[in-house]
């Protein structure tokens, strides 16, 4: 029923949660699980790098940023317990909700699991802005964990 899980993430506990749970799936339907995190420049620093080949943005910001996604997809894989060849690791550049959507389809993802919260410390919402739209764009199930 699922063969390849994408599983995006941001360094937050919830996000965790979401890949544990990835983790528990794949090893009943024997599936590839595909860990992804979005870096998510300012607008402006991405008009600006589009402009100037980069040389727009900061090399020290981009040098942190790197680290951070590195750090952020090791632990996931660490959280994840798989086998090395059952799974992916993708850092992309973009916003993070329509880099998801665009990226499941393109690879034919059938499920994706996510966290219903992030990073932010503003909670008015049950959801992010990241898992409610995925939720709502996404091709494919969604499973949302909390
Ligand atoms: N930059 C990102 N790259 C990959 N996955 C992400 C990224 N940001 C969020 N996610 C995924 O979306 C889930 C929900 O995070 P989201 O950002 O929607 O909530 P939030 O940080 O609490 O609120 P918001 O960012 O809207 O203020 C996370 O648990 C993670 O799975
Ligand atoms: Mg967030």
Known sequence: ????????????????KAVQMAGEI????????????????????????????????????????????????CAAR????????RVGEKILLGHPAETICQLAEAEAYDLI?????GLSEVRAFFMGSVSDKVSHHAHCPVLIVR
């Open 26 to 73: 794949a090893r009943r339907f024997d599936a590839q699980v595909t860990l992804v995190h979005v870096q998510h420049l300012p607008t402006a620093a991405l008009a600006a790098s589009d402009m100037a080949g980069m040389a727009g943005t900061d090399q020290t910001m981009i040098d942190a940023l790197d680290a951070a996604a590195q750090e952020i997809v």
């Open 1 to 16: 029923m699922f063969e390849k899980i994408l599983v995006p993430v941001d360094g937050s506990p919830t996000s965790l």
């Open 113 to 117: 699991s996510m966290g219903s919260r």
């Open 78 to 85: 660490a959280a994840l317990a798989l086998p090395e060849n």
